[in-house]
């Protein structure tokens, strides 16, 4: 569990199966347990408790804004993310989640892939929730590892490479693929 994790109000910390909920958590009718504030779960592992503390001065991501995140899980439509960084202002103090999708491409399985780092639009922030697009020209994956051996992925035209493996992937991918000195700048570091 990410201790550096925030959450929003409204967004799922867990179900009440895992931890009972103590303070600034409500329980959903479907049995989630979501935060009341803009905060940090405390997840008390022991007594298997969940609390959230509120947290000041979270960095304010707004609809127009560029970010680089890092892809947790891919379903169909959408993929599920951890922003690291704004452009160009640099690292997040805490890492926020987004939902991520693509205007044009119909999958985004053909778009991305776990553990990709991308650049996305930020299109609604309602309820908290951010949602961004990588559809915009400027927008798609920066860096990218093979799935089977962790290799960084090297693009040929329109495709992801990996050379060990001798496999290619599809992804959108950004003009300045594996550009790290790029991504040290957006995010502190290079993955
Ligand atoms: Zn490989």
Do not use: W
């Amino acid at each position: 569990m990410n201790n550096e994790k925030i959450v929003v109000p409204g967004e799922p910390v867990c179900v009440i199966e895992e931890f009972t909920p103590k303070t600034g958590v409500v329980i959903n009718s479907n049995g989630s347990v979501s935060s009341i504030y803009v905060g940090k779960p405390l997840f008390d592992f022991k007594r298997r408790e969940v609390s959230i503390t509120p947290v000041k001065n979270v960095e304010t991501i707004r609809k127009g804004d560029y970010v680089v995140a890092e892809v947790k899980h891919v379903h169909e439509r959408v993929a599920i993310a951890s922003i690291l960084g704004k452009i160009p202002t640099g690292p997040l103090k805490y890492p926020r989640t987004a939902v991520v999708l693509s205007r044009r491409e119909k999958s985004i399985e053909d778009a991305l892939g776990v553990g990709d780092i991308l650049v996305g639009l930020v299109i609604n922030t309602k309820n908290g929730m951010v949602t961004v697009d990588i559809s915009p020209y400027n927008c798609g994956v920066l860096l990218s590892k093979c799935n089977t051996c962790g290799r960084i992925l090297v693009k040929k035209v329109k495709e992801l490479y990996c050379q060990r493996c001798r496999k290619t992937e599809k992804r959108k991918t950004l003009i300045d693929y594996g550009n790290t000195n790029k991504l040290l700048n957006y995010v502190g570091f290079a993955k």
